[in-house]
């Protein structure tokens, strides 16, 4: 098997992460790729490990000496912002550009998807319209394991020790919560869970979340007058007083936003959720202030707690620490160059478990994976650079070698 046969088999298996539940991994279907992982690596002959939180770990052990140990991160689940049941992927050799329609609202084209032109003439992965295709971050994981078929044809490779990490509950904020770090006891590392192979992401977003419930006071409508307080109604009044310009669909680049994700109401309590994001540290505490000030306001103006609001760091920007050693960045950036293509940066709109991996104390940038439009029915997997993504891996062995 190589890289794409194992991206086609991990992507059926539905993972999708659930933020509403309180075990680890948060969905028990997680577990049956896990399974699958640590069946498919013990195939090739290497011992992995899955452990009672849904972690598997692999130690791919030196065979020279002199050498620097590092690490590789991938995630299992699927972002639930899209259902990952039933994935049906599609190929689609040598795509010329033309219109791919998916169902009567999603259309792939370079028109509509602008980031697909740098496809065209690859063999590409595709869904059916009805589900995400799950290459965040499946294609990383099979890159992975494209790497270990590689090394297992061709021992005469030399390698030091590289420890292989495969998470659950990235996509819920949760991806290194338990994580066993005696088993992945590294400086370095590397997260496969980005776009376009040749991109070095070693900026996030500064990420938090917030949780805003709303009481309110029922009365019967009839008699309602300067009694009855409309939990959803102040809601809707909470969400009206933030900036409406800091929004997902109104920024790019480095702009950050306040993002609602769910909402739920009745007259007596509402709740509202949202993920804050800006990677610019001093303006991701100011838009968490607006939230402080906002619910101050609302719960002068009704006179009672009417809103109890709980705000939650998730994590911080990776480059606030990168910079200060930055050959971690270095040793990817000669290995994506020594495959004969270009290397360059990006930052992050989002975040990986890299960013949670620096801040304690394990510098993990994160690698392209050849995925583009994550998260949505319409993604796509170029297999061109899925099997660059391997090309890499296996230089980034060299770099490690003193």
């Known amino acids: 098997m190589n ?5 086609l088999k991990y992507v059926k298996i539905e993972t999708t992460s659930d933020e509403n539940s309180l075990t680890c991994p948060s969905s028990v279907k997680e577990l049956n790729l896990a399974s699958e992982i640590v069946a498919d690596t013990k195939d090739l002959g290497y011992e992995s490990e899955l452990d009672e939180n849904g972690y598997v770990y692999l130690h791919l052990k030196a065979n020279t000496k002199n050498f620097q140990a590092f690490g590789l991160c991938c995630h299992m689940d699927t972002s639930p912002d899209a259902s990952g049941k039933n994935v049906k992927p599609q190929i689609i050799p040598s795509w010329d550009g033309r219109d791919l329609k998916l169902n009567p609202i999603i259309t792939l084209n370079t028109t509509n998807y602008p980031a697909l032109k740098a496809v065209i003439g690859d063999d590409l992965v595709i869904t059916d319209g009805s589900t995400l295709l799950g290459a965040d971050d499946k294609a990383g994981i099979a890159q992975v394991m494209g790497l270990l ?38 400086k370095y590392a590397y997260t496969i869970d980005g776009g376009a192979v040749g991109s070095i992401e070693y900026e996030n977003f500064n990420a938090a979340s917030a949780k805003v419930t709303f009481i309110g006071k029922s009365i019967h409508p009839g008699s309602a007058k300067n009694k009855l307080v409309n939990a959803s109604e102040v809601a809707f009044e909470f969400h009206s007083l933030l900036d409406k310009f800091q929004k997902p669909e109104n920024t790019s680049g480095y702009e950050g936003f306040n993002h609602l994700t769910n909402m739920s109401g009745q007259v ?61 960045v270095g040793k990817a950036v000669k290995a994506i160059e020594s495959t004969h293509i270009g290397a360059w940066a990006e930052a992050i709109r989002g975040g990986t478990d890299g960013s949670r991996l620096t801040y304690e104390g394990i510098l993990t940038p994160n690698l392209g994976t050849g995925g583009y439009n994550f998260h949505s029915r319409a993604e796509v997997l170029s297999i061109n650079q899925l099997h660059k993504g391997v090309e890499i891996l296996v230089a980034l062995l060299k770099q490690y070698l003193n």
């Open 149 to 186: 078929v590689y090394l297992k044809d061709h021992p005469e490779v030399e390698h030091g020790d590289v420890y292989i990490c495969f998470t659950p509950d990235e996509e819920i904020g949760r991806g290194v919560d338990k994580l066993n770090y005696a088993k992945f006891p590294v």
């Open 268 to 328: 007596e309590k509402a709740k509202l959720s949202y993920i804050i994001r800006n990677h610019d540290r001093h303006l991701f505490q100011k838009q968490k202030d607006s939230f402080q000030k906002i619910s101050k306001y609302l719960n002068d103006k009704y006179g009672y707690k009417v809103v109890n609001l709980v705000l939650t760091d998730s994590y911080y920007n990776m480059w606030d620490l990168i910079k200060e050693d930055f050959q971690v």
């Open 3 to 7: 890289a794409l046969d194992y991206f």
